[in-house]
């Protein structure tokens, strides 16, 4: 497991909010699902409004749960100041409600939300940017941190600049800004960072190793030219390199699925938990999603590219995340509250620290209502899609309670 020198360890009581909060907005967002027909369009304001609940709400606040604690350990140095992250989720909780408030119902709100997720963001860049100044040897992954903050600070600063021109009426063409902002926050740090942890996090869990990893440093670069190009395209405002840059990252994808495949193929870990599950659904959803977005970057229609985002970020992002939390947080509690017992009494084993059974109805309930309403907007059927959220829904309560349960766990 993570080789955390106490040390380094950010304090329990610091994470565990992150993860609570995160998944609470996961449900709250899954349960608003049904709210959209098949039918529904990116452009519609609704959806954008539903898209910062779940990416910056569920998506955003785990991954920074999870950076505070992975960063020092993966870095081998401590945060520069890890008390910021007290600060960084009340003020993105609180910047994420009043972005989806100025959404929906009133668009002068949107500034003041857009400006607290900002500073939560700002915030959370600084401590990493200073604590990647402490590091002496520079390996792919001090890159990819470098990079992915890089991109998410052009990102939300184009998001910043575009809630100003809904909210408050600033000159700024949004049709022409939004499709880079997108690509800078979910291809330049969602789907980056997510490259750059997976060859720590899943050769880790699933005892692999004596791999090829070309392929994944290959990605990398791929889909780091692949991004500045799509931004070169929206400044220069040319359509051919947009899609060549779009063709660029698709490509990127591809190479990272089949360094999984490697890292797959050398797992010495047979057994199929919680966490295996999930990546199988995760990249799964993944590889279904690329050709889809392929033909939606050839000029398919909409349902297409809709179907292809669905199955990126609710099979591909959440998968990936709802596995690795019940990885995540047994450790972080073993380490709080079993760690200096060692030795003394018995301790439990992470495996018995998450509840087997919820965690096995928030799989199958996710997994099939990912599918179904996936099915749903591929072939415009309202009943399926609606379907597949009710289905979805259900599956986000179990995770609250699942994260709560693990939370709890050996408590006094
Ligand atoms: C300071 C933070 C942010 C602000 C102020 C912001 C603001 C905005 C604005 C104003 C739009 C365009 C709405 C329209 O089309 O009229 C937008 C679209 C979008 N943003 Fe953000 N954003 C921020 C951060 C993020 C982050 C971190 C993510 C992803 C992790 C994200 C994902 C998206 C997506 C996917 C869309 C397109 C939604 C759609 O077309 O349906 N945003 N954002």
Redesign the pocket.
């Given at each position: 497991m993570f080789n955390v020198s106490r040390e380094f360890a950010p304090p329990f009581a610091l994470i565990a909010p992150f993860f609570v909060i995160g998944s609470i907005f996961y449900m709250v967002a899954t349960f608003l699902l049904p709210m959209f027909g098949a039918d529904a369009?990116?452009?519609?304001?609704s959806?954008?409004g539903?898209?910062?609940l779940f990416?910056?709400g569920f998506?955003?606040m785990v991954i920074f749960g999870a950076m505070a604690q992975l960063v020092p350990v993966v870095l081998e140095v401590g945060h520069f100041s890890v008390d910021f992250y007290y600060i960084i989720w009340p003020l993105l909780a609180i910047?994420t409600i009043l972005?989806v408030i100025g959404?929906w119902l009133a668009p002068g709100v949107?500034?003041y939300?857009?400006?607290m997720?900002?500073i939560s963001?700002l915030i959370f860049l600084a401590d990493t940017i200073m604590t990647l100044r402490k590091v002496e040897h520079i390996s792919l992954t001090v890159k990819t941190i470098a990079a992915t903050n890089g991109f998410?600070l052009l990102?939300?600063?184009?998001?910043?600049a575009?809630?100003l021109?809904?909210g408050a009426g600033v000159g700024i063409d949004?049709?022409k800004w939004?499709n880079a902002?997108?690509v800078l926050?979910?291809g330049g740090?969602?789907s980056l960072t997510i490259i750059g942890m997976s060859l720590i996090l899943l050769p880790m869990f699933g005892l692999s190793h004596g791999f090829d990893e070309r392929p994944i440093n290959m990605s990398f670069k791929v889909m780091v030219g692949g991004v500045l190009a799509y931004l070169a395209g929206t400044v220069i405002d040319s359509q051919v390199v947009r899609f060549l840059a779009m063709l660029t990252m698709l490509g990127a994808m591809g190479l990272y699925l089949w360094q999984i495949w490697l890292i797959y193929k050398t797992r010495a870990r047979k057994e199929n938990d919680i966490w295996f599950r999930s990546m199988v659904v995760g990249y799964g959803s993944l590889a279904f999603s690329l050709p889809l977005g392929l033909l939606a970057s050839l000029g398919a229609p909409e349902n297409i590219g809709m179907t292809a985002?669905w199955f990126l970020v609710m099979g591909f992002f959440t998968f990936l995340i709802s596995g690795h939390l019940y990885k995540i947080i047994p450790f972080l509690v073993w380490f709080e509250r079993y760690s200096p017992l060692v030795g003394k009494q018995k301790v439990p084993m992470l495996a018995d620290m998450y509840p087997k059974k919820m965690a096995d109805y928030q799989f199958w309930f996710s997994a099939a209502g990912v599918v179904i309403a996936g099915i749903g907007l591929l072939f415009q059927s309202d009943m399926m899609f609606k379907a597949g959220a009710a289905f979805v829904a259900v599956g986000a309560v179990f995770l609250v309670i699942s994260v709560n349960w693990m939370m709890k766990f050996g408590k006094q």
């Open positions: 369009s990116h452009f519609d304001i959806v954008v539903w898209a910062h990416l910056l998506v955003m910047g972005m959404f949107l500034p939300g857009g400006m997720v900002l963001m998410l990102g939300i600063l184009v998001g910043f575009m809630a021109g809904i949004v049709n939004l902002h997108i926050v979910l740090y969602v985002a």
